[in-house]
């Protein structure tokens, strides 16, 4: 079909597009070629009997070739080329007619009528393009012509003539015809691809609208669904649309928060707060910042959350949209830090208290020992001497307990199982605590190692298990239990002062009546008891954690009312073989003196006097200084004199370490024992490094301090 028409794009992309539309019309011809023609045998009956066998036998020949050409045009696609069928069925029909027409006449026969049907047929129901009618009309026209003006007789030339002319009419009708509807739907077709052009863009439009609706829809979800804060809206005191975080946090899913207020979510004691604040917000309709406050989940868990509030419009009223952030963990960092600032500035001001105390200590020490020299043990006074004797060991393993809390008494680190450590305690603890409560041990056989001083571990479970009695007066059970820890920095950003790392962790729990949370939060204070007057330091926790913190470990503490109380305490873990314990006693040595001289240096008169008479009495001869220069100056008095100087560390003006710096650079192989209440690993290594021969801790039995000052003079 394309060979007869423009040779354009739009036209072959056009009849490509009509192939259906003509097999349909094709179909149609040959269908009526094969069913009427035969039909049309009445006229050939009525007409000319004569020649009704002739021509019912050119009609059923027509019919069977029209009907296996539209049995080819169903069967097969032959796209373009079955117009070409068609024109085939109009060839052989029209054949036939014109036979029929030569032998009635040919000039003045009836079956002119039968071309005319013909070509009507032809240009209006194939339609298939102005050039292809045309062309193959022409052609059937002229073989009619020929056929005529050659077989037949020329009879009535008007009747022909009139006859063609009607042929010719309903040739260029036809024609007519199938140019306007060909070009009807060429329009049609244009129309449609514009109208499908429209349409695709419409829907590329359409498209991108739905995208960026959709993109808008994933970003808001992906906002608010991944949102690390709550975000919902309250209207009319109830919360709506709550994002997933805040189900998460308060623990309602959204159909549950339909029938739960606000206002029931806010605990008790920031309720009114929470509500006046939300009626501001209401009035003023401005955004606002909710000032930290506790909510109840619905687990019944407390949460310290803050919340910024927007007043807005939600379906058409007033409503208001919150972003809720849950502070607990932060609030948790900062009691935490305010804890140990708290404890750091106590510890300071014990240690300081301490150092005092010592030297006041030390006075009445060593004069109720020039006393016991003095009288003998049967003297009337020999038994209140012993009470202010005990009464002064008392003070001074209080004032040991400051210096533990302070973090001022050196620790005797070594490589420990801290498996073992348990197991020995818990042989002592057998006779301390009551049988009414049970000792377990939950030990961990692969514990990795501890740096650790023993004696100041058995202090920590010794501490921990006299408050775990205590809290079980009707019995109960004392747990302690040990097991490896790995510690990640996602942990430790949430617990101050913890750190990355291997740990032994070392848990202590009974089943006593549990402390609430004000009791919780100071459980760590010093001198804070909850016992009866006069059963309690309030130390023993306080030491607990002064250890475990020099330690460069941590504890945390769980409790709750009437279900017991759990410690951890975690210890870096070791790699080191554990230490071994050798149980070696020091005896006795003379420690009577033979007439050495001796420089005592304190700031203390008290101290000087006492420490003097007793030296003096054990056969030292004794200088005396009461600070640092005064020291230096003596020494240099009586340089070749002294054999030892007895030096307190802490004193005003010209400190300790001062002076034994430049009394060492005056003599360097001079012996000095350095007297504090207190010295750090580091600080002691440095003396010793700087040329201290030995060391004597305040407030010091001076017997002890004899036996220092013999192994000095001796070394």
Known sequence: MAIFKADSPLIRDFDKDQIPFVRERVSITLLIGASLVPLFG???????????????????????????????NLRWNFGEKSCYLGAAGVYITALGIIRMIIVTGGYTTTYYAGLNLIFLAFCAIMTVGMRFVLVHSAIIYMIYIGSVLVFSPRENINLFIANN???????????IASSTDYRHRFRQYQLRLKLEEA???LKVYSRMLEDSVAESEVKYRMLVDHANEGIFIVQDGVV????????????????????????????DEDRENVMERGRLISTERKPALMLPFRMVNKLGKTLWVDMNSVPIEWKGRPATLHLLRDITQRKSMETELMQAQKMEAIGTLAGGIAHEFNNLLQVISGSLQLLFKAKSSDHPDARYLNHIDKAVQRATALTKKLLVYSRKVESQLEVVDLNHQVTQVCELLERLIPKLITIEQDLDPELRPVRADPAQLEQIIMNLAVNARDAMAHGGRFILK??????????????????????????????????????????????????EPGKGTGLGLAIVYSIVTNHNGFVRCTSEKGKGTTFEIYFPAEVGEVAARIDARVSDQEIQGRGETILLVDDEQEVLDVGRELLERFGYRVLTAHDGENALQVFSEFENEVQCIILDLNMPGQDGQTCLERLLALSPRMKIIVATGYLESERRREMIQLGASGFVTKPYRFTDMLRELKRSLAA
């Open 42 to 72: 009445i006229v050939d009956y009525l007409l000319f009997p004569e020649y009704l066998l002739q021509f019912m036998t050119i009609r059923l020949l027509v019919g069977v070739l029209c009907l296996g050409l539209l049995g080819l």
């Open 240 to 267: 709506k649309f709550p994002n997933p975080k805040t189900c998460d946090l308060l623990g309602y899913s959204e159909e549950e928060f339909k029938s739960t207020s606000f206002m029931d979510l806010v605990a």
């Open 482 to 531: 040990t097991r490896n820890v790995l510690i990640d920095e996602e942990y430790c950003r949430s617990h101050l002062g913890s750190s990355p790392g291997r740990y032994v962790c070392l848990g202590v729990s009974d089943t006593g009546h549990g402390m609430d949370q004000d009791v919780l939060e100071r459980i760590f204070d010093p001198f804070y008891t909850t016992k």
């Open 165 to 175: 002319m009607f042929i010719f009419t309903t040739l260029v009708i036809g024609l």
């Open 199 to 201: 349409q695709s863009q």
